[in-house]
């Protein structure tokens, strides 16, 4: 069987609109086909549960940017809530790093919707945070180094994404995804082969990790890197942003096979 992880910012969903109908043809072919979608994202379980409803689907989510997973048989019980952990992190910052890192937890309902370009009920999900912490930091290269060599002290580390840099523990979307694909390797009489898609710096371990990857263009960040793995043919590329780029490398992959 194939299970398809995907990004959602800048990948099924468009940068500036967060729609993803020009990848309903694409979503469509999957459900036709049987073939499970899990949702990759820096977005909590509180914003990514409506547009798995919405799509239709109802499969395990990787959630904060792979702090933590979602949808998934005994996971739930058993993570921890990091959110709390890096708000007294922050909080305990001694000069001249105090105040250098803003993040959602900072931020009113409005502030994230004006950061984001979320709606405020979308804002207002996006802060039900349990596993990280995105935002901004605004120091120099020197304050970064040692705000990240503090974050590694205390086991966790920070992730750059399309548009926020996510403080979370050391993991990944690609180690959660190796827990999906064990799930289905678990339920599954069939070999198991994973895609992912995604267009940020933080989908690239997963896009390496698996089987296929497709980096879909944004051309709101500089295209990510060309690694051993996508000159030897497993990673390729969207010639169209976002959903319309996703929608197209899905279908192609539906129509003519793994």
Same mark, same amino acid.
């Given at each position: 069987?194939?299970?398809?992880?995907?990004?959602?910012?800048?990948?099924?969903?468009?940068?500036?609109?967060?729609?993803?109908?020009?990848?309903?043809?694409?979503?469509?072919?999957?459900?036709?086909?049987?073939?499970? %979608?899990?949702?990759?994202?820096?977005?909590?379980? @509180? &914003?990514?549960?409506?547009?798995? #409803? !919405? $799509? *239709?689907?109802?499969?395990?989510?990787?959630?904060?940017?792979?702090?933590?997973?979602?949808?998934?048989?005994?996971?739930?019980?058993?993570?921890?809530?990091?959110?709390?952990?890096?708000?007294?992190?922050?909080?305990?910052?001694?000069?001249?790093?105090?105040?250098?890192?803003?993040?959602?937890?900072?931020?009113?309902?409005?502030?994230?919707?004006?950061?984001?370009?979320?709606?405020?009920?979308?804002?207002?999900?996006?802060?039900?945070?349990?596993?990280?912490?995105?935002? %901004?930091?605004?120091?120099?290269?020197?304050?970064? @180094? &040692?705000?990240?060599?503090?974050? #590694? !002290? $205390? *086991?966790?580390?920070?992730?750059?994404?399309?548009?926020?840099?996510?403080?979370?523990?050391?993991?990944?979307?690609?180690?959660?995804?190796?827990?999906?694909?064990?799930?289905?390797?678990?339920?599954?009489?069939?070999?198991?082969?994973?895609?992912?898609?995604?267009?940020?710096?933080?989908?690239?371990?997963?896009?390496?990790?698996?089987?296929?990857?497709?980096?879909?263009?944004?051309?709101?960040?500089?295209?990510?890197?060309?690694?051993?793995?996508?000159?030897?043919?497993?990673?390729?590329?969207?010639?169209?942003?976002?959903?319309?780029?996703?929608?197209?490398?899905?279908?192609?992959?539906?129509?003519?096979?793994?």
């Amino acid at each position: 069987m194939i299970v398809i992880f995907t990004d959602l910012d800048g990948t099924l969903l468009d940068h500036e609109t967060y729609s993803y109908d020009a990848a309903l043809p694409a979503l469509a072919a999957l459900r036709a086909g049987g073939i499970p %979608l899990v949702l990759a994202s820096s977005k909590t379980e @509180a &914003e990514m549960r409506p547009i798995a #409803d !919405a $799509i *239709g689907i109802d499969h395990p989510m990787i959630v904060e940017n792979g702090a933590g997973i979602a949808n998934l048989s005994g996971h739930d019980a058993k993570e921890s809530n990091h959110f709390d952990s890096l708000r007294r992190f922050l909080q305990a910052l001694p000069e001249p790093l105090a105040g250098l890192f803003q993040g959602f937890g900072d931020w009113s309902v409005e502030e994230v919707a004006a950061r984001t370009g979320l709606p405020p009920a979308a804002a207002r999900l996006a802060k039900h945070r349990r596993f990280s912490e995105p935002g %901004l930091f605004s120091g120099n290269a020197q304050q970064k @180094a &040692e705000f990240c060599a503090r974050l #590694d !002290a $205390i *086991g966790c580390q920070a992730v750059q994404g399309g548009r926020f840099l996510t403080l979370m523990p050391k993991t990944s979307k690609a180690e959660r995804m190796a827990e999906v694909i064990a799930h289905y390797r678990d339920i599954s009489s069939e070999p198991v082969r994973s895609v992912a898609l995604g267009d940020a710096p933080n989908d690239l371990a997963m896009l390496e990790a698996a089987d296929r990857g497709f980096i879909i263009a944004n051309p709101a960040h500089a295209p990510l890197p060309v690694t051993e793995r996508e000159r030897l043919g497993f990673i390729s590329r969207s010639r169209k942003a976002g959903p319309e780029g996703w929608n197209e490398r899905i279908l192609q992959l539906v129509e003519t096979g793994f």
